[in-house]
């Protein structure tokens, strides 16, 4: 098939066909994925403001949103107001966040995680918790080493992520999604470079990988595998991430799943070019000759495929109508997102995108570079006669 973008009209595309997640159907493949944007308070609970953002994100009926990762336990809150999912005043927070979200008829996945070492020591210092990884390897350009857990805390760890899955289904998630990406704890024991133990948990492919699929089970066994979802960057370099034997090691943890015998919600994979250090460097061309096409094809449609890695609506089209075509595939975006709350509207109706100012992503607990971004004139008039009250939330009203 000829490769030209300009074949595909995206509203006419596969974007816009149903999708069977789970338990639910989505209107559409275009997926708001995980960000973080550090709108919590002090204490890592989530803003109020939090409400409008997320809602306007779901504000296409039978969008899929992913929250931003969300810690675990207070010991892997590791960075000023991200989120986390532990104490009641936490989960009420959340659930309010997901009512706003189902009220505009859209679906609600929390993203889970432990940050490891890639949290911020000083932060842990100053709470007195430890600074852990999966052994004593202090990240790139930092002198500050972590401490090897114990099997205790490993099991400790198994059994957080079991609880934050459960409050999340209390709070009303559809579902949870299980970081296991990007140089965070998880990822942490599978990089070879990282993960250095000469226990269970470490050394061979098998013994890195057991963390990540013992949480995985663990979950399974909790909220049930329709409502479990796991996101790996098999490519990323991003804190100290690059595996040499990717090939080997995401083959087994595929092969692994398929052997639980669910149906998982999905599986999000991160392409080379989705890196965040790539995206950070701003370089295009690294990775080029990567695909995920060996995960994909032993994967084999187990479920649906979350693809990210700046895409636009023109390479999406393509992307799910020739490279993807033999899979059910959903495209995250995720900037284009952050400064279009009308996104998919805009997508189906041809409607211009904003443009995204990254210097405001991450201002902490700040309305600004957040729900500053408009919705379309074409939105608000085809809506005028059912304007959802989130739409029109002010930032006085919200942030107290
Ligand atoms: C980040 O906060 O920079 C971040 C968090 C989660 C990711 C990637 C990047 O998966």
Sequence with gaps: MNSNADRYIPSESRLFK??????????????????TRLRSDDGHVPLPLMQKYYADRGSSPGTLVISEATAISHLEEGNWNNPGLVSDMQTEAWRKIIDAV???????????????????PDLLAARGFPYRSSSAVAMKGSAIVPKAMTENEILETIQDFVNTAKRAVSAGADGVEIH??????????????????????GGSIENRARLTLEV???????????????RFSPYAGFQGSEKTDFRELYTYLITELKKMNVRFAYLSLVEATGDPGA??????KIHQDKTLDFILEEWDNLSPVIVAGGYQ?????????????????MVAFGRHFIANPDLIFRIKNGIPLAQYNRPTFYNHKQWLGYNDYPFSQEFVEAH???VHPMIEQKEEAVVA
């Design 180 to 201: 296991s990406a990007h140089g965070y704890l998880l990822d942490q024991f599978l990089t070879a470079s990282v993960n250095q133990r000469t226990d269970k948990w």
């Design 313 to 329: 609506p023109d390479t999406a089209a393509r992307a799910v109508e020739e490279h993807y075509q033999k899979w059910d595939v």
């Design 279 to 284: 995206l950070i460097w701003n370089d295009k």
């Design 18 to 35: 149903p999708l069977r997640v789970g338990s639910f159907t989505l209107q559409n493949r275009i997926v708001f994925p995980p960000l």
């Design 216 to 230: 995985v089970k663990a979950v399974v066994g909790a909220i049930g595998g329709e409502r479990v979802a796991i």
């Design 102 to 120: 189902h009220a505009n008829g859209s679906f609600f996945f929390q993203q889970i995680w432990a940050m490891g070492r890639a949290s911020n």
């Design 384 to 386: 005028s006669h059912a």
